[in-house]
């Protein structure tokens, strides 16, 4: 597979906000470094081609672009099927001094269509991976997003207005679809801390802001910013921009950055930028 079929099949790439703004300086074609301590991370979901012999070409790929870490996507029953693959993966990106996370996510996760079980099965999976081979994953990283208009589940999240917008019913919907979110990753979040391994996960940039109002979920008679409920459950908290305009990305992010500012035990946040061909 060419370097360029390698590009084309990672949907996105991801770096840490630092990395981005110190990079946009630098054009002497030299290998672009992180500052210590900082993540530049690639999402791969074409996890058969890189399996199938693509992995020693990921290496490069991923060596010539600085990468940390790459969240490699995987079903629960491929820890099994390609165990020897993954660990030769593994062993390689290991001696490059990257970092593998298994990837899981789709809408269908939700209640409304199967449920989280085959999301759960893929995290336990990993950590029974972790249990059989010398070759570790760093930790799981899930790619779950509950708001509407992606060809599987219900109406639920009701895209497009504000919080105040909602009627009380469409406001009953939203809350299940984000509290039904909130339990899934705070059970992932716990499995993984359970085998003392990390977790991540790949968020909207709408959870501080939606159409001008933060995102809250109703609790107990009130109602409490869904940001504070999230992000202390991650140590990658991976904001999805969807744009490939860095200025653009640095506003969409700046309400996670400020918060995450005010935490005492702050996850890594990282910004995604969105690249093409």
């Given amino acids: 597979m060419t370097t360029s079929r390698w590009i084309a099949a990672l949907v996105c790439a991801i770096a840490s906000l630092v990395v981005v703004l110190a990079d946009a300086g630098a054009r002497d ?118 708001h509407d208009g992606q060809d599987v589940g219900q109406a639920r999240f009701h895209n497009g207005r504000a919080q105040s917008q909602l009627t009380a019913p469409q406001r009953s919907d939203r809350d299940a679809v984000l509290a039904e979110w909130l339990k899934i990753h705070e059970t992932l979040a716990g499995t993984m801390r359970a085998a003392g ?38 140590a990658h908290y991976v904001i999805m921009s969807y744009n490939t305009d860095p200025g653009q990305v640095v506003t969409r992010v700046s309400g996670e950055m400020a918060y995450a500012r005010s935490l005492s035990s702050p996850p890594q946040v990282i910004v995604g930028v969105c690249t093409g061909c």
């Fill in 197 to 234: 391994l990390a977790y991540g996960g790949a968020l909207p940039d709408w959870v501080d802001d939606y159409y001008g109002e933060p995102v809250t979920l109703g609790a107990q008679g009130r109602r409490e910013p869904l940001l504070a409920r999230l992000m202390p459950l991650f």
């Fill in 29 to 146: 074609g030299s290998r672009p470094s992180a500052p210590p301590g900082a993540v530049r991370a690639l999402w791969v979901w074409k996890s058969d081609a890189v399996l199938d012999g693509g992995a020693r070409e990921l290496v490069e790929t991923a060596t010539a672009a600085g990468i940390t870490d790459i969240y490699l996507y995987l079903r629960a029953g491929t820890y099994v099927a390609r165990e020897a693959q993954i660990e030769r993966t593994l062993t390689m990106l290991a001696r490059h001094g990257i970092r593998v996370w298994g990837m899981e996510g789709w809408r269908g996760y939700f209640s409304d269509v199967e449920g989280p079980r085959g999301l759960l099965a893929a995290a336990d999976a990993l950590v029974a991976f972790n249990a059989r081979n010398t070759a570790a994953f760093a930790g799981f990283h899930s790619d779950l997003e509950p």
